[in-house]
């Protein structure tokens, strides 16, 4: 989760390897939340997640992308499964097309909104984005791999020492999260947090979501 003013800003670089197939193996896939096939970009703050599911959005020519930054909160900063839900999920799930209502990390309030059309594929980006709540609407979870020190280190230099006291409250507030509800076991599909490569293998199998 990136707590700068620019909250989407990239990660890191991103190899096109294998995002043309990737793409054509998503679009291929059941529709999963009404005609959406639901795609969650997931790993630990600074994995390179929002530079991966926007080349990815790219390639699937111009795939919505909700980031869930923008329904995190100070307060709450894995407190957005209803908002995803009744704002994104069921609006997708009867075939809608949708908006939702964007938190302003300098304001601290939700100050405008984001539109997400009922795409073929949908790409849900964030800390979390596997989680439990959120996987009976997916199609697939893509878990960047990344470890949590090192990812943490790329946060903290990409946000500066200004935000380090955030990054140390995060820390604690995502260890907790992913010890709770892991994403990664979850995974059908693995990126390089680094190069942005596709790996070969998967962690677990998408179509056994519980």
Same mark, same amino acid.
């Given at each position: 989760?990136?707590?700068? +003013?620019? *909250?989407?800003?990239?990660?890191? *670089? ?23 096939? @639901? ?14 599911? #926007?080349? @990815?959005? #790219? ?24 908002? !995803?839900?009744?704002?994104? @999920?069921?609006? !997708? ?29 949908? !790409? ?11 996987? *009976? %609407? ?7 791999? @990344? ?11 990409? +946000? ?6 955030? %990054?140390?409250? %995060? ?9 709770? +509800? ?21 962690? #677990? ?6």
């Amino acid at each position: 989760m990136a707590a700068s +003013d620019s *909250p989407h800003a990239p990660d890191g *670089p991103v190899a096109p390897n294998g995002l043309h197939a990737l793409a054509a193996e998503l679009r291929a896939l059941p529709p999963s939340c009404g005609p959406v096939r @639901l795609v969650a970009v997931d790993g630990h703050a600074g994995s390179g997640k929002t530079t991966f599911a #926007g080349r @990815l959005a #790219g390639v699937l020519g111009g795939a919505p992308v909700v980031h869930l930054d923008d329904l995190a909160t100070h307060a709450e900063p894995f407190g957005w499964a209803g908002r !995803l839900r009744e704002q994104v @999920l069921e609006p !997708l799930a009867a075939g809608r097309d949708t908006a939702y209502r964007v938190y302003d990390w300098t304001l601290r309030r939700f100050a405008t909104t984001a539109e997400v059309s009922a795409a073929p594929v949908v !790409l849900v980006e964030g800390v979390g984005a596997g989680r439990r709540a959120v996987r *009976p %609407w997916l199609a697939r979870v893509i878990w960047m791999e @990344l470890d949590a020190a090192a990812a943490r280190r790329r946060g903290e230099e990409r +946000d500066g020492p200004e935000l380090a006291e955030f %990054w140390v409250g %995060w820390a604690h507030a995502e260890s907790a999260h992913f010890a709770d +509800d892991p994403s990664r076991p979850y995974a059908g599909t693995r990126v390089d947090g680094v190069t942005g490569r596709i790996l070969s293998g998967t962690v #677990g199998e998408p179509s056994t979501f519980p």
